[in-house]
């Protein structure tokens, strides 16, 4: 079994209960409240920056030219689709200047905020990919587990199509790769196992967060 996996497997029960919320299944089923919708986008969205800035830190600190590409292009897809499909989805849902760029935040995405920008700054290959996994492979397993036909609305239907499909399980699978190959250079294996479980934790607790505002 890879580290990735194994990481994985250590935390199997929060995974499961994260792919597997209610968000996700009322989700695909197109039946997400408007206002439960609008709520979970408003806060995913202040990740964006965070988000890129630590993607730029993996550029920064990459050991191999090769990887250093794919992470190149990837910060281009997210700083373009990505953000893109979310200023289309506040138009659509009628989401104010004020509730995009300074809304109060919850608790948790506070929280992944604050995990990302602190492995940033200790500018660690690393644990900089082990978070990146997370982010990355949790939301890859509920968008791409079968559960039906894909939703009528071009907002869940396109937050969906955002985490699945050949280019994102081919950055999955990069990123599960580069964790694998570098974590016996971390200066602590441990804090590799405990960012990765943190990071699990704060995405169902982000989830919870949809419905308790």
């Not at 600190?61 to 250093?68: G, I, S, W």
């Not at 397993?141 to 239907?157: M, Y």
């Not at 570098?182 to 982000?206: I, K």
């Amino acid at each position: 079994m890879s580290f990735s996996q194994e990481l994985r497997e250590s935390g199997r029960e929060t995974w499961e209960a994260a792919v597997g919320h209610r968000f996700v299944e009322e989700l695909w089923a197109g039946t997400v409240a408007p206002d439960v919708l609008r709520r979970y986008l408003v806060q995913d969205f202040q990740f964006c920056d965070a988000f890129l800035a630590l993607m730029g830190a993996a550029v920064a600190t990459c050991d191999d030219p090769a990887a250093r590409v794919v992470h190149a292009r990837q910060v281009g897809l997210v700083a373009g689709d990505e953000h893109d499909y979310f200023h289309r989805s506040f138009d659509l849902l009628g989401v104010a200047d004020a509730d995009r760029t300074a809304p109060e935040r919850a608790a948790p995405t506070q929280g992944f905020i604050d995990l990302m920008d602190g492995t940033r700054a200790d500018a660690s290959y690393p644990e900089i990919v082990t978070v990146l996994v997370v982010a990355e492979w949790l939301y890859l397993d509920w968008a791409s587990r079968p559960r039906g036909p894909l939703p009528t609305d071009p907002i869940a239907r396109g937050w969906i199509d955002l985490h699945r499909g050949p280019a994102f399980e081919a950055w999955v699978a990069f990123l599960r790769a580069e964790l694998d190959r570098v974590a016996p250079q971390a200066r602590d294996p441990r804090r590799l196992a405990r960012f990765f479980a943190e990071a699990v934790d704060l995405e169902l607790a982000f989830f919870e967060a949809a419905y308790t505002g």
